[in-house]
Every structure is written in structure tokens, then in C-alpha cells.
């Protein structure tokens, strides 16, 4: 399981990458679904092994400007996470990818877990027993191009410590 921040907002009228508040999907849009989508192919999942969802089922707007997001708040995300957590039981994954400070926020807080420093849990298994899973953290792919040098990392280092992190936390059984 994929778990993002909150659907994007899109254009209705693209053949594609509409954005989730027009086809319901989570990383639809064109900017972080593409990117989310890549990454994870270029670690050896396809899309196929991979469900995609959010935190937050509805997109933020931006009070100045609806047509923009601003972050989730914790009452959002309080609302909104029967329904993630209904989604990881019945998906049953090996483990669920959190993008984002926000997405790992929500997932931790099902198992009553609150998240300090985020950048230092990128990349760093954390167990959910309630979940039944493990969470691995990564960053937001619309902040992973500032982020990956203060991390130490290329994006070619970066594609392959998430194959080895999902591999080892899954045993490589997808």
C-alpha cells in the first residue's frame, strides 16, 4: 500500500493524470502521481503490485486559492483515517509506503504513535502491529529532488535503499 498526503486537485478536462478530486484515485495528478509511480517502477514495483491510496480522501483547498492545496490538518486527518485503515486491513500488504510527513503521521497514529523528525524516519522500517504491517517512510515526491542530498542521497542511491528497505521488510514477497 502507497499512502499519500491528499488527492491532488487536476484538471477535469486531461486525457490524464487528472488528479484525484476528479477520478477518486489517489496519485493521479500529473506532477507526484508520475513521480510516486516512477520511482516505485524504477524499484522494481510495477503498478500492478502496488495499491495507491491517501490519508486524507479529499483535497485541501487553499482558502485564497481553491485551485491550490495547503496541508491537511490533524482533524482531516483524524476524520478521514477509518477509512485508510479499513483500506490496509482488507489490502493486507507487506508494507505500507508512507510519502510525506503527513501520510506517515496518519499511519502512526493508528498505532497511537506520533512522528518526530520525519527526515530521520525516511527509509526506516517502523513496525505497526495493529496493522499488521510495517510502515516505510519516504519523502513526498514533490519534495524528493530538495531533499535527497540532506539525505545523502542520489536518486539512483534512493531507488535502489528503497528496493533493499521493501525487500528486507517483506521479504521479498511483495
Known amino acids: 500500500v502507497v499512502v499519500g498526503e491528499a488527492p491532488g486537485y487536476g484538471d477535469p478536462e486531461a486525457d490524464r493524470w487528472r488528479g484525484g478530486n476528479w477520478t477518486g484515485l489517489a ?14 517502477a524504477d524499484a522494481g514495483y510495477d503498478q500492478g503490485d502496488c495499491y495507491f491510496t491517501n490519508a486524507v480522501k479529499c483535497f485541501p483547498a487553499d482558502p485564497e486559492d481553491p485551485s491550490t492545496n495547503r496541508e491537511p490538518t ?50 526506516e522500517p517502523i513496525a505497526c502491529p495493529s496493522l499488521g504491517t510495517t510502515a516505510v517512510p519516504l519523502l513526498h515526491p514533490s519534495y524528493e529532488a530538495v531533499w535527497l542530498s540532506r539525505l545523502d542521497h542520489t536518486r539512483d542511491s534512493y531507488v535502489a535503499a528503497i528496493a533493499e528497505t521493501l525487500a528486507d521488510v517483506a521479504g521479498d514477497g511483495r
Open 27 to 40: 496519485y493521479t495528478s500529473r506532477h507526484s502521481g508520475r513521480r510516486i509511480r516512477e520511482l516505485l
Open 74 to 123: 490533524a482533524e482531516e486527518r483524524a476524520n478521514c483515517r477509518p477509512y485508510l485503515l479499513t483500506e490496509i486491513e482488507q489490502v493486507a500488504p507487506a508494507a505500507v509506503v508512507t510519502t510525506g510527513k503527513h501520510a506517515t503521521r496518519s499511519v502512526l497514529a493508528a498505532e497511537g504513535r506520533e512522528l518526530d523528525g520525519f527526515l530521520d524516519a525516511v527509509l
